[in-house]
């Protein structure tokens, strides 16, 4: 086996965490989203074995969870919980080899290269690690081992829960050629249909078609999927990712429509946006607007700033004139959302400029103080007044 | 409307024309290019209503007309033809359908009526006329266009500021970050102040000639300014607003004066260039003590560090630079020794050629915190 890589994937994980620390829920139907009764708006974010047996999915109305299974236990959930098990799941995976990537709270790619001298071939480590998460955090997990990234994840999912799947170069084949398209990487709602359109429902089919005729109908995408759907995939298990952007949204319970409560919502989501820059490092050099109606038509429109920033006017007030060009009349919004994109290391250097913007440095100097104090007192320490005397949505 | 022509001079203005055309608009006759017959040959005009470009050329008119011809189309067609004269005629039947022929090629474009076409900004018959040897005049614009500012935030900024005053024509850009001025001796003593779009600049740059024999007239109103080049004219509307006060931003104190030679300088500069750009930063290292230390260091790239010799006068100082702000100075300096002067880490270092004193660049510096 090439460079053997092992993907590990949470069962169920905030469900499981919480059947864990809560023995009455065990053998139940647990999801996790929210009260159904007061979250009108919330979604399904995990949902257990039992609950699945409902046809309760991932990213499901709640109260269309709520239709399916009246008597469900309905969690609100503890993200701080979960990030703390998420840390003691990756640090087990650490005990095996430093080249872990973490893709989300709950799953990671390993690749064990070199290690097999200290713990055995691959599938021995991907055992290992299984046993040492169900012995020690009482939880349990899928796994999958394959020679890249693509197909240990495929891997990792065909035994689901608590399998342990190897595909070895022999049988990518085998495998995968069955599988329906969506399971590629790369293949959304829009492309299967697309791919379902030319005759094509499997990987299998797929992989036989001419590298040529993918490329025409999907440009450089299709050349991707070619190579996906032959098992190839050349992507290294990278340890630390570059934040690529970092973003803010949120849904209200009723729509908004008000165009003062729109404002402060956006200067709030900025505030956030600001400070996730400044906690990271990062200086973000656009920005975009995102505008979901009562309907769902979402509209996003993007905007340079005149300099990169991490302080929030300079994005708040791009963020206006952004949504100067959203149309607002008279149509109930439903998400608002503020991003941050083109970002760039903040070396703690700035630029200098004959006309300093007296308003900006006043803004920094303020800001650092803010932070400050809720670095101490924590978030949400010192407000906005506007924030502050907003009447609730 | 009918005329014959010599491909290449129709296809060469046209080039020329075509940089002014708008290339979105809702207006199909914006996306198009004029042409009128004239006496003595054809006149053709491109605009997007920020500036417009009008160009004469040589033809033998055999029946007057106007049409506008969609630009795109028409040149990449003329370029495609072979060498040779073409001859362009409307049908009897419809004016607007333009049959254009060489050799054995025929093609026929369909354009719209010539008053559809906007007109194109004029000077009034009042507006001060100024003029400059061509070949002073590109090179004075390429060595302030630099500086103009590409983004909006300040709209005055994005254009360039031209000024007469005491027998001197002065133009300065400046995007707040650096500072280019270049001033000339100039005969007449009135007193002009006007802000011409970058874009209009950067176009008269491109179309421009080394010439020194031949002169330029610009003709400069409230509004608008003109261009009258060789068969070749091109008008724009100015920038509007007052420009910051340049004259408060140039210093005139020094602590440390550094002669060295440019071209070393430069190539030390593009050096470290290659090694920052890679860390995304762009950010150089000066020391100036013995000589001039350039320093370029990027996380898991590497590092540079190479010696200019240079006669150090005052104070030793160390000061940070985004060297493409440097570059872009030292690629208009043509003269072998340059003046570096600085005031300290914060401040504004002025760069000048050692011998011309009509060009300088203020660099504003990065700051560490």
């Known amino acids: 086996m090439e460079t053997p890589i092992i993907h590990v994937d949470m069962d169920a994980f905030f469900a499981a965490v919480e059947m864990r620390d809560n023995p009455q829920y065990r053998g139940k139907p647990v999801i996790i989203g929210g009260d159904p009764r007061r979250d009108v708006r919330a979604v399904v974010s995990t949902a257990s074995y039992e609950a699945r047996k409902y046809g309760i999915r991932s990213a499901m109305p709640l109260v269309q969870a709520w239709r399916l299974c009246p008597h469900g236990i309905f969690l609100r959930g503890n993200m701080r919980k979960y990030a703390e098990v998420s840390r003691q799941i990756m640090a087990i995976f650490s005990r095996y080899t430093p080249l872990v990537e973490p893709l989300s709270i709950d799953e990671a790619f390993l690749d064990v290269t070199g290690c097999e001298k200290l713990f055995g071939p691959p599938r021995q480590i991907a055992a290992a690690i299984q046993e040492d998460i169900r012995r020690e955090l009482n939880l349990s997990c899928s796994v999958g081992v394959a020679p890249n990234k693509f197909l240990a994840k495929i891997a990792s999912d065909l035994h689901k829960p608590g399998g342990l799947t190897v595909i070895a170069p022999g049988d990518i084949e085998r495998v995968l050629h069955p599988l329906p398209i969506e399971k590629l990487w790369g293949v959304g709602e829009k492309t299967a249909s697309k791919l379902r359109d030319m005759g094509i429902d499997t990987i299998g089919q797929l992989a036989r078609l001419p590298e040529s005729l993918l490329t025409a109908a999907f440009g450089k995408m299709g050349a991707g999927l070619w190579r996906l759907a032959r098992g190839e995939d050349g992507r290294m298990v990278t340890t630390s990712r570059e934040a690529k952007s970092i973003s803010r949204e949120v849904t209200f319970p009723r729509d908004i429509s008000d165009p003062e409560q729109v404002r402060a919502v956006l200067l709030e989501l900025a505030d956030d946006v600001a400070l996730s820059l400044r906690r990271h490092g990062y200086l973000a050099t656009k920005v975009t607007l995102k505008v979901r109606y009562g309907n769902f038509d979402t509209v996003t429109r993007q905007g340079t700033l005149p300099a990169p920033a991490c302080l929030t006017m300079p994005i708040y007030t791009r963020v206006l004139d952004l949504l100067a060009r959203v149309d607002l009349r008279g149509r109930g919004i439903r998400l608002l959302g503020v991003g941050s994109g083109g970002l760039v290391d903040q070396t703690g250097c700035r630029q200098l400029s004959f006309f300093e913007n007296s308003g900006l440095v006043r803004e920094e100097k303020i800001t650092q103080a803010i932070d400050k104090v809720e670095a101490r007192y924590g978030r949400g320490a010192v407000k906005r007044a506007t924030l502050l005397i907003r009447k609730d949505p | ?369």
Do not use: W
């Open chain 2, 1 to 369: 409307m009918h005329f014959v022509c010599e491909k290449n001079v129709l296809a060469a203005a046209l080039g020329i024309v075509q940089r002014a055309v708008a290339t979105k608009s809702p207006l199909p006759a914006l996306k198009g290019v004029l042409l009128e017959t004239e006496e003595s040959g054809l006149v053709l005009s491109g605009t997007n209503l920020e500036f417009g470009i009008k160009c004469s050329l040589q033809a033998k008119i055999i029946e007057h007309g106007a049409v506008v011809l969609p630009a795109k189309l028409l040149t990449e067609f003329i370029r495609k033809m072979p060498d040779g004269m073409i001859d362009a005629s409307s049908h009897s039947d419809n004016p607007l359908n333009i049959n254009i022929a060489c050799g054995n090629i025929k093609f026929d474009l369909s354009g719209y009526p010539a008053e559809e076409f906007p007109k194109l900004a004029e000077a009034s018959s009042d507006a001060a006329r100024l003029a400059v040897e061509e070949g002073l005049l590109k090179e004075m614009f390429s060595q302030t266009e630099v500086a103009i500012a590409r983004d909006e935030t300040r709209p005055i900024l994005t254009g360039l500021l031209l000024e007469t005053e005491a027998n001197k024509l002065k133009l300065v850009a400046t995007d707040g970050h650096r500072l280019a001025f270049r001033q000339a001796a100039y005969a007449d003593n009135t007193e002009l102040k006007a802000v011409i779009p970058g874009k209009a600049i950067r176009e008269v740059s491109k179309i421009l000639e080394d010439a020194q024999d031949k002169k330029v007239e610009i003709c400069l109103d409230d509004t608008c300014v003109v261009f009258i080049m060789d068969g070749i004219v091109l008008s724009s509307r100015l920038v509007e607003g007052k420009y910051p006060p340049y004259q408060q931003i140039i210093p005139t104190d020094f602590k440390t004066s550094v002669v060295a030679d440019a071209q070393a300088l430069q190539a030390a500069l593009e050096r470290a260039e290659i090694i920052v750009r890679e860390g995304g930063n762009n950010l150089v290292l000066l020391q100036v003590d013995q000589g001039i230390t350039v320093i370029g260091a990027s996380q898991d790239v590497g590092r540079v560090e190479d010696f200019v010799p240079a006669e150090v006068q005052g104070e030793p100082l160390e000061i940070r630079f985004n060297v493409r702000l440097l570059l872009d100075c030292f690629h208009n300096i043509k003269d072998q020794q340059v003046h570096l002067d600085f005031t300290g880490p914060y401040s504004p270092c002025m760069i000048r050629p050692f011998e011309n004193h009509n060009y300088l660049h203020l660099v504003l510096p990065v700051r560490l915190s």
